[in-house]
């Protein structure tokens, strides 16, 4: 069975810094676009990040744009969203994602869920002030 799980979240200061990791068990994805999106309680879930299978382009919400940066790693069939200068609004619940949708060896990056097709079962991250 297909799965990307996810690890790395938890509870940090404001001002601190967490790495989340999204592992792909079944090797499916090193050729297909990956993302990184996140839910607030109360709030539709919205795009944090985007990162094409060559690591290339890559694409980051304005909210996360100097604080975040989103890598893969093939050999390790792995994804990785580092969060630096964490703020409280940053408190949710973390979701890696696939996009199988438009085929492999995509440069676009997509930046909506409707653009994956694929999801982990997500990992919370919660800032204090």
């Known amino acids: 069975q297909v799965q990307l799980v996810e690890s790395g979240g938890g509870l940090v200061q404001a001002g601190g810094s967490l790495r989340l990791s999204c592992a792909d068990s079944?090797?499916?994805?090193?050729?297909?676009?990956m993302a990184w999106f996140r839910q607030a309680p109360g709030k539709e879930r919205e795009i944090v990040a985007a990162?094409?299978?060559?690591?290339?382009?890559?694409y980051y919400a304005d909210s996360v744009k100097g604080r975040f940066t989103i890598s893969r790693d093939v050999a390790k069939n792995t994804v990785y969203l580092q969060m630096n200068t964490l703020k409280p609004e940053d408190t949710a619940v973390y979701y890696c994602?696939?996009?199988?949708?438009?085929?492999?060896?995509?440069?676009?990056?997509?930046?909506?869920?409707?653009?994956?097709?694929?999801w982990g079962q997500g990992t919370q991250v919660t800032v204090s002030s």
């Open positions: 994602a696939a996009d199988t949708v438009h085929g492999a060896f995509g440069r676009i990056v997509g930046t909506t869920t409707s653009d994956y097709d694929y």
């Open positions: 990162i094409s299978w060559t690591g290339t382009p890559t």
């Open positions: 079944e090797r499916t994805f090193n050729r297909f676009p």
